[in-house]
């Protein structure tokens, strides 16, 4: 089983940088958390991740959001990524993402072509009975979370997705006071994504083995 997620950049053509997004996305791409990760840009904006582990495909998917919004110019230009999530069994491997072939990659693309029917920034696709299990609906709730976020929830989010949940250190990472990163935490709801995302991980373990 792997994690297919197929994304585009909302909004892209309001800057001629690239470099803005595409920086992001390495950057999440780099970090240690995800091994045996392969990934394309295509078509200009677009771009598809298969992940090896597909625990993590939703924690990979809030950092991508998490990352590309946090930047201040991508932010004030409403530039936005939506992805879509699935998870099967992975088929032919071909020489790189684009060439492969199989069930997660068919989940994933089909279920991103309804993007284009509707608001959607996050949703996933699993060859599990979702209905029962509940992934979409919560995923549906993440998003919305996310969603009515500020720059600022953005800001302390990267950081706080990434292991930084000390109060003092993360306000002096993001430069304000302690009770203000005290505030954020509560309003965003931080600490009850973070649970939400090591649940999801648990569940994809216990049902993959």
Not at 149 to 160: G, I, L, M, P, R
Request: proline share 1%; glycine share 6%.
């Amino acid at each position: 089983m792997i994690a297919i997620l197929t994304a585009d950049i909302v909004s892209s053509t309001k800057t001629r940088d690239n470099d803005l997004w595409s920086s992001c996305i390495e950057e999440v791409m780099n970090l240690p958390f995800f091994e045996d990760i392969r990934w394309d840009i295509f078509r200009g904006d677009s771009f598809q991740i298969e992940l090896t582990d597909p625990s993590k495909s939703l924690y990979l998917a809030v950092l991508l959001r998490v990352f590309i919004n946090a930047k201040k110019e991508l932010y004030d230009l409403k530039i936005d990524v939506r992805i879509s999530i699935g998870i099967g069994k992975e088929g032919f491997e071909g020489d790189n993402v684009m060439s492969s072939d199989g069930q997660a990659y068919k989940l994933s693309g089909r279920n991103f072509d309804k993007f284009h029917q509707s608001q959607r920034r996050l949703s996933i696709a699993t060859t599990w009975d979702y209905d029962l299990i509940g992934f979409q609906e919560s995923v549906q709730l993440i998003e919305h979370l996310i969603s009515n976020w500020s720059f600022s929830s953005f800001t302390v989010a990267k950081h706080y997705l990434l292991g930084v949940t000390k109060q003092k250190e993360l306000a002096e990472l993001v430069g304000v006071s302690q009770p203000a990163i005290h505030k954020r935490i509560q309003k965003d709801n931080l600490e009850g994504l973070v649970n939400y995302l090591n649940w999801f991980s648990q569940k994809i373990i216990l049902l993959i083995n």
